[in-house]
């Protein structure tokens, strides 16, 4: 009997010890680091965004996954975010796609004054395009997730009502956006909005079209006293993964990071869409800002510049070999789609 016992208690370390030996050893905490690059400073909406994308990964992963985040330009900049991350600068990186136009043309369509009404609705709508068209900009990265801005609006140091105004004044905007202020008469300048503070400052433009956020987030509402409410157009935002590093990662941390892609354009949104009104009332109460909301008469004078803007993107992408009216449709459709949401 005794002899018995100490062969099962043998057999059983001895087994227990086997199974030890062979299985593959527990992931210990942060054995896989990420670095993620943003251009613009910490407390400004993408690197919001990315803060709360660390600590749901972080959580969901147990720790497995540590993402080490750079606000700010600190690892890549505006515009060397997607061949910083394709080459390895970093495994991740958040880019505003308006400051390529031409290297983004399906997911940038998304800029044409279609009436996209809020970020909520403009990230879903993205993502589904993305998902839809796959476009072939991506093919040397792993999209994790795409999100946008709030309609845009211009902030200036001068009251702006009518199109008379608007002739002729440096205003900064990127992408789509800009093609919008051409056709008011604006004199558009072309920067990212990591670079506007200054450029503000020094006098070099007179004010920015862009969601209203930062009239907070850059203190913009301390220079620009002038709001005039156009809700225009949307700016499309990706955040891209080094395809080496996401091969490497094993399938469940994949299947957290894919659960998370529509689920973090939907929070993106609605943060962003939150902030925007908060922005407002902060400007209105703190800063004194005036909010110019264009008469009737004034906005049907606005909206007639804009009518020839998807037409000639219609005309210039189907040249390009895209498939352009299908494209401007199904963002029609998807907006439809999530209004009624
Ligand atoms: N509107 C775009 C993108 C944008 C809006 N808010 C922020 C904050 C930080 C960086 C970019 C943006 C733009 O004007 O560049």
Redesign the pocket.
């Known amino acids: 009997m005794k002899k018995h016992f100490t062969l099962l208690v043998a057999t059983l370390f001895w087994g227990v010890m086997g199974i030890l030996v062979f299985l593959p050893p527990p992931a210990a905490a942060g054995s896989i680091k990420l670095s993620y690059a943003n251009?613009?400073?910490a407390p400004?909406?993408?690197?919001v965004q990315m803060e709360r994308w660390k600590k749901e990964v972080e959580k969901r992963t147990n720790g497995k996954v540590q993402v080490n985040t750079y606000p700010g330009g600190t690892l890549l900049g505006?515009k060397n975010m997607m061949d910083g991350v394709i080459a390895g600068q970093a495994d991740i990186g958040n880019l505003?796609m308006?400051?390529q136009p031409g290297r983004f043309v399906i997911t940038n369509a998304t800029s044409l004054p279609l009436g996209i009404p809020n970020a909520t609705v403009g990230s879903l709508i993205l993502w589904d395009l993305y998902q839809k068209y796959k476009p072939k900009s991506f093919s040397k990265v792993k999209v994790l997730t795409m999100f946008t801005?709030a309609p845009?609006n211009i902030m200036s140091k001068i009251p702006i009502r009518t199109l008379a105004d608007i002739k002729g004044v440096d205003l900064?905007?990127?992408?789509g956006?800009a093609q919008i202020l051409k056709a008011w008469g604006a004199n558009q300048v072309g920067m990212?909005?990591?670079a506007?503070p200054e450029a503000l400052q020094k006098g070099v433009v007179k004010g920015?079209?862009?969601?209203l956020?930062?009239m907070k987030?850059?203190k913009f509402a301390e220079i620009c006293k002038y709001v005039t409410l156009t809700d225009t157009v949307?700016?499309p935002?990706a955040v891209v993964m080094n395809m080496d590093s996401w091969n490497k990662l094993p399938d469940d941390v994949k299947k957290i990071f894919d659960d998370l892609s529509v689920e973090q354009a939907k929070w993106t949104g609605n943060y962003?869409d939150n902030h925007v009104k908060e922005a407002v009332a902060w400007s209105k109460k703190t800063q004194n800002v005036e909010f110019i909301q264009l008469s009737k008469e004034e906005k049907a004078k606005w909206d007639a510049r804009l009518a020839p803007i998807t037409d000639n993107w219609i005309k210039k992408a189907k040249a390009d070999g895209y498939p352009a009216e299908a494209i401007v449709k199904d963002i029609k459709a998807f907006i439809e789609k999530y209004k009624k949401q």
């Open positions: 251009f613009p400073p400004t909406f993408p690197c505006a505003c308006a400051y801005t845009a900064r905007a990127s992408g956006a990212p909005m990591s506007t920015l079209f862009s969601s956020e930062v987030d850059f949307i700016y935002f962003m």
